[in-house]
């Protein structure tokens, strides 16, 4: 019989981009203090689970998620050029304000039909799912039997976690919540994914 796989996907701890509502650039992604409490909330809630490989995004944020936790365990993170986040393109760095002003048609896309807009410059949707889960699914499968860590931004792991849940992206803002922190834990056994936690922030809250 095959041993149980289990993937623990985090999103990454808030940013200052985050507070300020900004759709976030490269340099965007630094931890704000909020962002380290929660990352030393979420360090305990995994400390007696066995993970035996950690994996990040390739920005500040989701990196230094992963390295704390993986401290825990004493292992190294290895940084997956997929696991980025979304390309905002001319978005970038700009509030939801700011978008309203200069491509108030592209923001209430966004906002009703996700699955098909593009920000210019940027990715769609699809694109992201593909890329995250495509990664996913090939550490899932050189990595059986094992504990893998992966944190990664909030809409890479919702993008990612639509697909498990089997919800078309059109749904995407009706899915469960992935806020910054946030645990999902999938299983395979036998070549099928159990969804065994989603999006749960249970070790941040009092």
């Given at each position: 019989?095959?041993?149980?796989?289990?993937?623990?996907?985090?999103?990454?701890?808030?940013?200052?981009?985050?507070?300020?509502?900004?759709?976030?650039?490269?340099?965007?992604?630094?931890?704000?203090?909020?962002?380290?409490?929660?990352?030393?909330?979420?360090?305990?809630?995994?400390?007696?689970?066995?993970?035996?490989?950690?994996?990040?995004?390739?920005?500040e944020a989701?990196?230094?998620?992963?390295?704390?936790?993986?401290?825990?365990?004493?292992?190294?993170?290895?940084?997956?050029?997929?696991?980025?986040?979304?390309?905002?393109?001319?978005?970038?760095?700009?509030?939801?304000?700011?978008?309203?002003?200069?491509?108030?048609?592209?923001?209430?896309?966004?906002?009703?039909?996700?699955?098909?807009?593009?920000?210019?410059g940027g990715?769609?949707?699809?694109?992201?799912?593909?890329?995250?889960?495509?990664?996913?699914?090939?550490?899932?499968?050189?990595?059986?039997?094992?504990?893998?860590?992966?944190?990664?931004?909030?809409?890479?792991?919702?993008?990612?976690?639509?697909?498990?849940?089997?919800?078309?992206?059109?749904?995407?803002?009706?899915?469960?919540?992935?806020?910054?922190?946030?645990?999902?834990?999938?299983?395979?056994?036998?070549?099928?994914?159990?969804?065994?936690?989603?999006?749960?922030?249970?070790?941040?809250?009092?």
């Open positions: 019989m095959q041993a149980v796989t289990t993937l623990y996907l985090v999103v990454s701890a808030q940013t200052a981009a985050e507070q300020k509502g900004l759709f976030p650039g490269p340099a965007d992604h630094i931890l704000s203090a909020e962002g380290m409490r929660q990352i030393r909330l979420l360090s305990t809630r995994l400390s007696d689970q066995q993970i035996d490989s950690f994996y990040s995004g390739p920005y989701a990196f230094a998620t992963a390295s704390a936790l993986s401290a825990r365990h004493r292992r190294g993170v290895i940084r997956l050029p997929d696991l980025v986040d979304m390309e905002f393109g001319e978005w970038a760095g700009k509030t939801t304000a700011q978008v309203q002003k200069s491509d108030p048609e592209g923001l209430i896309a966004w906002r009703f039909t996700p699955h098909q807009h593009r920000m210019p990715e769609t949707l699809q694109e992201v799912q593909s890329r995250v889960v495509a990664a996913v699914e090939e550490i899932v499968s050189a990595e059986q039997g094992r504990g893998i860590c992966m944190v990664a931004d909030a809409i890479p792991v919702k993008a990612a976690m639509s697909h498990f849940l089997n919800e078309d992206l059109s749904m995407f803002w009706i899915t469960p919540a992935q806020e910054s922190a946030a645990l999902s834990i999938i299983t395979w056994e036998e070549g099928e994914h159990t969804l065994a936690l989603v999006g749960s922030r249970e070790h941040l809250e009092g």
